[in-house]
């Protein structure tokens, strides 16, 4: 085995995690602003009142987006955060204790006792807290909850997302705009679902397929309810 072949594999495995969140948040951004602009004009909206609708939902769905993501992943670092306090208490309490349990842990997952007490102990020597952090509460520095990042990472992947339909909107002429627009957004989905379905190992086929038929589906249900209204004149 290459030398350094685990520390590649855990860059690609950290990388996937990362991929599919991009994948996700375009996607979200292309669906919703899609089914928007094709719900407007099927209203028969006017050209400049489908693109100014586009870009209200680019803007707001971003900052929903990055608005719901840190309220999320911050309640996640508090308790996190809360968790490592307790630990830390416990550790000055009852060191041989939370020793023991770590031992245990070790135990559980395979190690002859001996050797857990004294792999137990020297992790413990060098970094107690952070040993217990991570192989009692299963947090790490890789996956620790980072609000801000989270935040931005979402916003600007809705808003790379939305950019494309946004752009078909306001490029193409009115009588094509709608195919226009749906042809272009199932494109975008297919290579999404595909791209997120291979990131984490599963058939890209399917992954495309489930992304685009109910993305489709969103789309047709927001031009129908656009038609019906544009036809009562709501």
């Known amino acids: 085995m290459p030398p350094h ?12 995690g990362w991929l599919r969140a991009g994948v996700l948040g375009a996607n979200d951004g292309i669906v ?22 586009g870009v209200a939902g680019l803007v707001a769905g971003a900052m929903s987006m990055a608005t719901g993501e840190y309220v999320s992943v911050h309640s996640q670092a508090d308790s996190e955060a809360a968790a490592l306090d ?15 349990e770590l031992t245990d842990i070790y135990v559980r997952r395979g190690l002859d006792p001996k ?13 107690a807290l952070g040993s217990h952090a991570r192989d009692e509460l ?3 520095v890789t996956l620790r909850a ?17 950019l ?39 058939n890209a086929w399917k992954g495309a397929l489930r992304v685009a038929f109910w993305s489709a589906l969103a789309m047709a249900v927001t031009a129908a309810v656009g038609a019906l209204f544009g036809r009562i004149g709501i």
């Open 164 to 202: 494309l339909p946004l752009a078909v909107a306001a490029l193409a002429p009115a009588r094509y705009l709608i195919p226009a627009t749906v042809t272009v957004t199932l494109a975008a989905l297919l290579g999404l679902g595909a791209l997120s379905a291979s990131a984490g190992g599963a």
């Open 32 to 53: 919703s602003t899609s089914s928007l602009i094709v719900g407007v004009a099927a209203a028969h909206a006017t050209h400049a009142n489908i693109v100014l609708t």
């Open 5 to 16: 072949a685990h520390a590649l594999e855990h860059h690609r495995l950290a990388g996937i």
């Open 146 to 162: 980072r609000p801000v990042q989270a935040a931005l990472a979402s916003a600007v992947s809705f808003a790379a997302g939305a």
């Open 138 to 140: 299963g947090l790490s």
């Open 115 to 127: 050797l857990a007490a004294r792999v137990a102990e020297q992790l413990m020597a060098h970094d």
């Open 86 to 100: 307790q630990e830390r208490a416990e550790l000055a309490v009852d060191y041989a204790g939370e020793s023991r």
